[in-house]
């Protein structure tokens, strides 16, 4: 079927020149912002993230009221430098694992966006999914649509102008003391952050301060910063141009099928290009910029422009999928996505990563600690057929119950005399120390050095065994 189309607006096979490389979609040559008034998405795409959405707002706001055996599932204290996750307490003993999890974490995001580009960004970054399915809501219930949202803004400060204004800015102050609240609550836990809002203003002013800057911020971004924390702020957003391939699955227009784009129209029958340059897909770009120029750092993958073009192919007859979900070395070769040997490969890949840091997670240990010789003391004489060593032991009790903590000889007969008493009493979530002899009968000692294994009982179960070393004579030439 020939499709009429005229005012072919660009004649050149391909995507438009690169000028737009060199500036900001959202600014202008005078090098001020330009507001971005994006149109209200909708088709599967964005039902699809819309129900993403709910389920990342239920697990974002209920998370911090979920508690396991008396300790929030996650918290991330870092004043005080208090690492909960998955209800187990990390310690400063335990940064081997943080430094794993930020590697692995960084390989990820590598691996990820190599071979899924910014699917992150559109589906589930709390910026892109606060603004675009929370503040953007709000506000298209309270100033409607683009095209009104532009004529309010244009028009004088009457009564009405002031009351939309100060009623969407009102509701959007409220809901950014919600996040920061919540977000608060990840780092201080609910309990602390209920005792800042119900005490006394005088004993929590610091913590008052910070839910007030914490909530100004939220207001602040959400409210007037919007599209440039992603276009300006966010590292893993100028990142793309290094992360992303001519393989990687982004939202991409296809060139080819769309040029020589050319404006729609029943009256004449002159086919170009699928593109009718109708500019929806700009128009409901929530960082201003035009998909059709092709892989952009700005494009946060939300997905809006597919929905609004799959929307004009439709209308006009055409097949949908001429902005979709595709590589540039798809578009170019005329291939539908695949889920491509690459795509496996890094799947594979992240797949072990996150086994060997579960691994990690899951065996780490809830009394963890060290022991010492003693400095600067060699072995003592006990009588005349026993030897011992002096030792100094440290251990982090990580549980949330008291351990009482015994030591045994593991690998050699001999016998541990703790000073103050066995067992050691290990307080919950405390760290302990104690002194102790360890006493080997002097016809065991064969070597100046002998390795020995103390294990750490809790009652009759062991939890841990730690090696030492234990100093003896000089062994007679004989
Ligand atoms: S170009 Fe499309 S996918 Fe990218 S940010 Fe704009 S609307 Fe979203
Ligand atoms: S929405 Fe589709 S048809 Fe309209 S300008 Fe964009 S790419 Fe072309």
């Not at 430098?81 to 400063?92: C, D, L, N, S, Y």
């Not at 309990?191 to 301060?209: C, D, N, T």
């Not at 991409?252 to 129209?265: C, Q």
């Not at 979900?325 to 040997?341: F, H, K």
Request: with cysteine.
């Amino acid at each position: 079927m020939e499709i009429p189309v005229i005012s072919i607006s660009s004649p050149d096979e391909g995507p438009a020149p690169d000028d737009f490389r060199d500036h900001l979609a959202t600014v202008d040559a005078e090098g001020k912002r330009k507001w971005v008034f994006a149109q209200r998405p909708a088709g599967k795409w964005y039902q699809a993230r819309t129900y993403t959405s709910w389920v990342f707002f239920a697990i974002f706001f209920a998370m911090p009221f979920i508690y396991v055996q008396g300790r929030p599932l996650f918290l991330f204290n870092i004043p005080n430098a208090r690492f909960i996750i998955f209800g187990k307490v990390f310690w400063p003993q335990d940064f081997f694992i943080f430094g794993l999890t930020m590697v692995t974490f960084i390989i990820f995001v590598i691996l990820f966006t190599a071979a899924f580009g910014r699917l992150f960004c559109g589906w589930v970054c709390p910026q892109t999914i606060f603004m675009e399915m929370l503040f953007r809501k709000v506000e298209y219930a309270i100033e409607g649509d683009a095209a009104k949202q532009k004529l309010l803004r244009k028009a004088p400060w009457t009564t009405r102008k002031i009351f939309i204004k100060s009623f969407k800015h009102i509701l959007f102050f409220l809901l950014a003391f919600v996040i920061a609240n919540t977000f608060l609550s990840y780092i201080i836990g609910v309990k602390e952050l209920w005792r800042i809002m119900s005490e006394p203003v005088s004993e929590h002013i610091g913590g008052l301060f910070s839910i007030l800057l914490f909530s100004g911020v939220f207001y602040s971004v959400y409210a007037f910063f919007r599209e440039q924390a992603c276009t300006v702020v966010c590292p893993y957003g100028r990142l793309q141009s290094v992360l992303l391939d001519r393989n990687s699955m982004i939202v991409a227009y296809d060139h080819k099928r769309g040029e020589p784009r050319g404006k729609f129209t029943k009256k004449e029958s002159i086919y170009t290009g699928d593109c009718i340059d109708c500019f929806q897909c700009v128009k409901v770009c929530p960082t201003g910029i035009d998909i059709r120029n092709g892989t952009q750092m700005e494009c946060v993958g939300c997905t809006a422009c597919i929905d609004a073009c799959d929307h004009m192919m439709e209308k006009t007859g055409r097949a949908k999928g001429l902005i979709r979900y595709a590589s540039e070395n798809g578009i170019s070769q005329a291939e539908p996505l695949r889920y491509t040997l690459r795509m496996k490969l890094y799947t594979g890949l992240l797949c072990v990563l996150m086994v060997i840091l579960s691994g990690l997670l899951l065996s780490r240990k809830d009394v963890d600690a060290t022991i010492l010789r003693t400095p600067g003391m060699l072995f003592q004489e006990r009588g005349k057929d026993s030897i011992s060593n002096l030792y100094t032991i440290k251990v982090a009790n990580k549980t949330i119950r008291q351990v009482p903590l015994s030591l045994r000889m593991e690998d050699i007969s001999g016998n541990i005399q703790v000073i103050g008493g066995d067992p050691i009493p290990l307080k919950q979530e405390e760290e302990g120390s104690g002194t102790f002899f360890v006493v080997i009968p002097r016809n065991l000692i064969r070597e100046r050095k002998t390795g020995i294994r103390i294990g750490l009982y809790e009652g009759n179960k062991k939890i841990d065994e730690i090696r030492t070393n234990f100093l003896g004579p000089l062994p007679d030439n004989d």
